[in-house]
């Protein structure tokens, strides 16, 4: 279990859409924005865990209907949220150098939403589960399945503690990161993030 939390940790650690999405609410909403898209990107991260746990996601993966369905709507959801980021990249340059630095929140729901739906829709998320987490089960052991849900368990567990420390250090840093001008630029780059994931996943194979 300790070769497949390092694992699993590198893997959370590698900047993605959980990364651009937290970092851009944090910004737009403070720890309190980055903390409950971290929330709702877990649940997401769980629904996979529990259908790769349950079998179900294989179904999925086996079916190319039922795959490239789920694909192209989580595809259209990340590049909605990278159009609604650079948007608000751009009113944010606008905004004077001597603008006031401060969070402004959203209701607590369309954060949880956008973190969730950016991982339950994500197909790579579900071949994530379905293809690496079985490599760290144990041969002879007497209920996989029950390994397998305490590995997410695990997978789970680090991509809280890995997160709330990301938003801590981004909230501290927060009255720098938000003056217009690098708001804006890391809006910018939060949305080509956004993008090029959407693109990649809209084009992966079955």
Avoid: C
Avoid at 26 to 39: A, H
Wanted: hydrophobic letters at 60%; zero cysteines; a positive charge.
């Amino acid at each position: 279990m300790t070769t497949f939390a390092v694992a699993a940790l590198l893997l959370i650690m590698m900047p993605g859409p959980d990364q651009a999405l937290i970092t851009g609410n944090s910004l737009r909403g403070g720890r309190r924005g980055g903390l409950l898209t971290m929330l709702g990107g877990v649940l997401g991260v769980a629904v996979h865990a529990a259908g790769a746990a349950l079998g179900l996601s294989a179904l999925l993966i086996a079916s190319a209907t039922a795959f490239t369905a789920l694909k192209i709507v989580g595809a259209v959801y990340l590049l909605w949220l990278a159009v609604q980021m650079l948007r608000s990249a751009r009113r944010t340059s606008r905004e004077p150098d001597d603008a006031a630095v401060v969070a402004v929140p959203q209701r607590w729901t369309a954060y949880v939403r956008q973190g969730f739906l950016s991982n339950a829709l994500n197909v790579k998320v579900a071949l994530f589960f379905v293809t690496f987490l079985p490599q760290f089960l144990s041969v002879d052991s007497a209920s996989p399945r029950v390994e397998a849900l305490l590995l997410s368990a695990i997978f789970a567990v680090l991509f809280v503690a890995w997160f709330g420390l990301y938003v801590a250090v981004v909230d501290r840093l927060g009255r720098w990161l938000r003056r217009p001008r690098v708001k804006a630029r890391i809006e910018q780059f939060t949305g080509l993030v956004l993008a090029t994931v959407a693109v990649r996943l809209a084009t992966a194979a079955h």
